[in-house]
Nanobody, 125 residues
Framework: VQLQASGGGLVQAGGSLRLSCAASGRTFRTYTVGWFRQAPGKEREFVAA????????AYAGSVKGRFTISRDNVKNTVYLQMNSLKPEDTAVYYC???????????????????WGQGTQVTVSS
């Protein structure tokens, strides 16, 4: 499956952005899709994930209550709605997908075998 991430940009603190991760080549029907981010000089970190089959979700503690991950069956797309953005949310955001990920492993980037290109999110203070 090929992944295309989009929706990044520059926003002021407190603002919102919605990222999209569109699939081509295959449907997401049997996949878990995750969002990860990487800030300069830092390791890639988990943000949120959704299992397509039952909509099971997982969030990083730092974004819980502010970010929402969702899916659109018709568009074969996963969204990350980001509200109340903070300067520390600034990073390149990546979407990733893989089959057969158990819930306890949804936050592990090594469990994902398909990665899209990143989209830059910059939050100004």
């Amino acid at each position: 499956v090929q992944l295309q991430a989009s929706g990044g940009g520059l926003v002021q603190a407190g603002g919102s952005l919605r990222l999209s991760c569109a699939a081509s080549g295959r449907t997401f029907r049997t996949y878990t899709v995750g969002w990860f981010r990487q800030a300069p000089g830092k390791e890639r970190e988990f943000v949120a994930a959704i299992r397509w089959s039952d909509r099971a979700t997982a969030y990083a503690g730092s974004v819980k209550g502010r970010f929402t991950i969702s899916r659109d069956n018709v568009k074969n797309t996963v969204y990350l709605q980001m509200n109340s953005l903070k300067p520390e949310d600034t990073a390149v955001y990546y979407c990733a997908a893989s089959q057969g990920i158990i819930i306890s492993n949804m936050k592990n980037p090594t469990a994902y075998h398909n990665w899209g290109q990143g989209t830059q999110v910059t939050v100004s203070s």
